[in-house]
């Protein structure tokens, strides 16, 4: 079993909708979660961080994070066609060590 | 803004070589690391250094070694390169105990003919 898995996509939706990013995990003791956004062709650049279960809100980005169920997901309200990218889920166990998904390919159409 | 510089963006070399890949940050971070990206792989980290001359492996660093002998350096070497190191590599750099506010440099795609 992979220890950080998404869903590859792609994930297409309208301009304007809420895009939903899930990611799961396998270690209990992982502490800190984080989304990375990847753009085509760029390296990735950090946007959102969590680390206590709940909801964290930037902008039009919500991070949900479920250590009971070992779930982390990311909500994009009013997608727009900018936000089309691949985004990669990422967990740190013990602060010292760090795992990424494979990401998920989300698509805005306008 | 954190600069994290990788010395190539596209890198073709040869079946046997040893091939060197630099990376070089300007904000005196403490943690950098080496991943290499393939196609429904995701991120897989090669090696980590927390500190000058300290070294951690990560998940896949066969056929690899690393050089940290200064702080703002981190070398990645391929020994004798094989076809199946043909990538891209990202070079990361993070502060203190901050391993996941991690800053990418720009990638280095490698081929090995």
């Known amino acids: 079993q992979k220890e950080v898995e998404q869903n590859s996509g792609p994930l297409s939706v309208p301009e304007g909708a809420i895009a939903s990013l899930n990611c799961t995990y396998s270690?209990?003791?992982?502490?800190?979660f984080f989304w990375y956004r990847q753009y085509s062709g760029k390296s990735p650049e950090l946007i959102m961080s969590i680390y206590s279960n709940g909801d964290k809100e930037d902008g039009r980005f919500t991070a949900q994070l479920n250590k009971a169920s070992q779930y982390v997901s990311l909500l994009i309200r009013d997608s727009q066609p900018s936000d089309s990218a691949t985004y990669l889920c990422?967990?740190?166990?013990?602060?010292?060590?760090?795992?990424f998904g494979a990401g998920t390919r989300l698509t805005v159409k306008p | 803004d954190v600069k994290v510089t990788q010395s190539s963006r596209y890198l073709v070399k040869r079946t046997g070589e040893k091939v060197f890949l630099e990376c070089v940050q300007d904000?005196?971070?403490?943690?950098m690391f080496w991943y290499r990206q393939d196609p429904g792989l995701g991120l897989r980290l090669i090696y980590f250094s927390y500190d000058v001359k300290m070294k951690e492996k990560g998940d896949i660093p066969e056929g690899y070694s690393v050089s940290r002998e200064k702080k703002e350096r981190f070398s990645l070497i391929l020994e004798s390169a094989s076809t199946n190191q043909t990538s891209m590599y990202l070079c990361?750099?993070?502060?203190?105990?901050?391993?996941?506010?991690?800053?990418f440099g720009d990638g280095t795609r490698l081929s090995i003919l």
């Open positions: 990422a967990v740190s166990i013990n602060n010292n060590d760090m795992r």
């Open positions: 990361a750099s993070s502060p203190g105990q901050d391993l996941g506010s991690q800053h």
């Open positions: 270690d209990r003791v992982s502490q800190s």
């Open positions: 904000m005196d971070h403490e943690n």
